[in-house]
């Protein structure tokens, strides 16, 4: 948020920095949803539980009395799945701000807003629209069907208007593709992982970039959520991918951990092959994860059907 205040846009700023399309996120009072992603965020080593729950709650005090006394609350949020997710986050605390005085208004772009020069984020504060009680309420119902145990309520999104919300649509179906896939068990990520291993890409900053960046037209995963991801495909008693001297695949902790574990070498197994080939299903190993409401553990959870441009239960097989 640098940016914004280097293009003399100077206005008191509160970051949104939870990673909200991983781990499980509960349609529950604002103590227990704190609670909740505090403990996920450090079960992933990200931060420690107490750091990680002050922050949060830091957050949303600053927002609520934001809303409450300020002239004017202007939200700033990208095109891609992790902004779009802490948007209706922000949307849902707007329709349930009894006693606002602020007049909320937002800007969203379908660029990054760290990149964007000094001239367009001025011209996109200043084309800056209203968000109506409408779009709040949509907010609010998106945001509690993404808390949901059953997708297909996010999915009903879609066929909503969907005007005031130009972003949301594709970070619906970006999200979508996240859960497994009915063939192999695979996320679109996690295939993404595999496909560039076997393809050669071994060292693991560059496959991060060819898995998280090049393959994506929205990119949205942080360097610490890939992290974690290949740490979930080294796991389980059949894992798909380990270093080629066979130590541990484990979140850094250090700082001489975190320079080591980037330009560590990954190699695909024959497990991760035999998956990526459609010959196992992921699923019948695959640690236990979360997306929003959904938890995911073994084959017959909910599943990703591209054929079917849609989410089912339980795989193919």
């Not at 300020?70 to 006693?99: G, I, K, N, P």
């Not at 059949?238 to 484990?250: E, F, I, K, N, T």
Request: a negative charge; aromatic letters at 8%.
């Amino acid at each position: 948020m640098n940016a914004i205040a280097e293009a003399g846009i100077a206005t008191p700023q509160i970051v949104w920095r939870d990673v909200l399309h991983e781990g499980p996120v509960v349609d529950a009072p604002d103590a227990d949803m704190l609670e909740c992603r505090a403990r996920f965020i450090a079960a992933m080593k990200w931060a420690p539980f107490e750091r990680a729950r002050a922050q949060l709650e830091a957050r949303d005090r600053g927002f609520a009395e934001a809303l409450s006394h300020a002239d004017e609350v202007v939200l700033w949020f990208e095109h891609d799945l992790y902004d779009q997710l802490q948007r209706l986050q922000a949307l849902d605390m707007v329709a349930r701000a009894f006693r606002r005085r602020a007049t909320v208004t937002e800007v969203q772009v379908d660029d990054y807003l760290g990149t964007m020069q000094a001239t367009a984020l001025r011209e996109a504060y200043a084309q800056r629209v209203m968000v109506s009680e409408a779009t709040a309420a949509l907010g609010r119902r998106a945001w509690r069907a993404f808390a949901n145990d059953n997708p297909a309520r996010l999915e009903a999104i879609l066929d909503e208007d969907l005007c005031a919300s130009p972003y949301l649509a594709s970070a619906i179906r970006r999200w979508r593709e996240e859960f497994p896939r009915i063939d192999d068990g695979l996320s679109r990520t996690e295939r993404q992982v595999l496909d560039a291993l076997a393809r050669g890409i071994f060292r693991t900053k560059d496959l991060y970039v060819a898995a998280c960046h090049h393959a994506e037209s929205a990119i949205f995963a942080s360097d610490s959520v890939f992290a974690s991801i290949l740490c979930r495909l080294a796991a389980g008693p059949r894992p798909l991918l380990a270093h080629p001297d066979q130590r541990a695949v484990s979140m850094p902790e250090s700082d001489r951990d975190t320079r080591v574990f980037w330009e560590d070498a990954l190699l695909i197994t024959r497990a991760g092959r035999d998956v990526l080939a459609g010959a196992t299903d992921w699923m019948r190993d695959a640690p236990t994860r979360w997306l929003g409401g959904v938890r995911l553990q073994g084959t017959s959870g909910w599943r990703w059907n591209a054929a079917a441009n849609g989410l089912q239960q339980g795989s193919s097989r």
